[in-house]
């Protein structure tokens, strides 16, 4: 089966092609022509590479034309999307692009819901998933500290520290929002929740069936004041995954969503839903999941092979860094006088059984070519 993985300058597309190479995929990489680097281009599982146009109308029409080259062999090839604009894409044009190729994604009410924060939040509210307290304005029964957010701060193109703020007192509270609401209208004003951040990643099939599930947690993130993970480890919490099935269930989702908590263990609240492949998703190759087989399976129809409630399809208590991202968090808690955590991220990023998320001997020039990348991007 050939898999076109786009979005290829994500580091986690790398983990997608890898896994997929190495079980035996055809695998095209396609970027966008954006001037990105194409990470995924130097991986020696990609078989075809392919530069596609950066403009909107153009891609889906270059896209739709790669796919119908390859059923010229007799089978569909399943489209991969590594990224929220293909997937975006592939909502919106789902009844053209499924005659040529094979995918799994929401449509597109399901998709805004998700990714709109006061209208998931209430949904969730309404079949039990514990979330965080609500406050409206005047904001007059509101504890501190308080968190304010974008409803939707992706579609802004926001980093994820910039997408929200936290407030200590009222003033501070509505300077944040005055500042939010000219970003976008009625931004969230939530109780802060403390606690370690969790996420429960799902597959769903084309008939809105749960195919696979991974939790992780975070360990560290870079920059430390909010962002990707640096550091996560593999977990398995079932009610955590039990509520994030029921929520996606209720959002008749198909595709791949991660829903996110904070808290502990046992007692949690809904943050959001991460709509598309995740950040830390090479977590899921360093703890020998099947998720990226399975999406592809998934794809071509084929039924799951296990109830994904039933425990963790994969080793819980496997941790993945990645390795220049846990040195900044080493030297940034080294400015902020906090040795301890200075020295958790360098023990981390010096430690041979903490496996990498790019990283690999064994697909070295991907690796160099991502060290080059974020060294530029660091300076």
């Known amino acids: 089966m050939t898999v076109i993985v786009t979005d290829i300058k994500y580091r986690s597309s790398l983990a997608i092609i890898r896994d997929l190479g190495e079980a035996g995929y055809d695998i095209t990489g396609a970027r966008r022509d954006d001037g990105s680097p194409p990470l995924g281009l130097y991986s020696k599982h990609v078989s075809r590479r ?20 390859s059923c010229k062999s007799g089978e569909k090839p399943v489209i991969f999307p590594a990224g929220a604009s293909t997937l975006s894409l592939l909502a919106k044009n789902a009844d053209r692009l499924s005659f040529v190729a094979g995918f799994c994604v929401p449509d597109v009410s399901s998709l805004e819901l998700a990714g709109d924060k006061r209208r998931l939040l209430k949904l969730a509210a309404s079949i039990g998933i514990p979330c965080p307290g609500q406050y409206s304005p005047p904001f007059d029964d509101a504890c501190f500290p308080a968190v ?5 701060g992706e579609e802004l193109g926001l980093k994820p520290a910039e997408r929200y ?4 007192g009222m003033e501070t509270l509505r300077e944040h929002y005055a500042r939010f609401e000219k970003l976008q209208s009625a931004p969230l004003v939530q109780e802060y929740v403390a606690g370690d951040g969790y996420g429960v990643s799902c597959l769903f099939s084309q008939k809105g069936e749960p195919v696979d599930i991974f939790c992780h947690k975070r360990i560290r993130e870079y920059p430390v004041t909010g962002g990707p993970s640096s550091c996560c480890e593999a977990v398995w919490n079932k009610n955590m995954a039990e509520d994030a099935v029921r929520l996606l269930r209720a959002l008749n989702w198909r595709g791949i969503a991660m829903v996110e908590f904070k808290g502990t ?3 949690y609240r809904l943050m959001e839903i991460n709509p598309r492949v995740w950040g830390s998703y090479p977590l899921t190759r360093a703890a020998k999941s099947r998720f990226s087989m399975n999406y592809a399976l998934a ?14 399809g994969y080793t819980p208590g496997v941790r993945m860094k990645f390795f220049l991202q846990e040195a900044a968090c080493a030297a940034e808690y080294l400015k902020r006088r906090r040795p301890l955590a200075s020295l958790r991220a360098l023990g981390s990023a010096v430690n041979p059984f903490v496996r990498d998320g790019v990283l690999e001997m064994s697909d070295c020039r991907a690796s160099l070519e991502y060290i080059k990348a974020t060294i530029r991007r660091l300076k």
Request: one cysteine or more.
């Open 50 to 69: 392919v530069t596609l146009p950066n403009e909107e109308e153009e891609y889906l029409d270059a896209l739709f034309a790669l796919c119908a080259e």
């Open 148 to 152: 304010v957010k974008l409803r939707c």
């Open 165 to 168: 703020a936290l407030a200590g």
């Open 265 to 267: 263990e046992k007692d």
């Open 299 to 312: 794809c071509a129809g084929e039924e799951p092979s296990r109830d994904p409630l039933s425990g963790p």
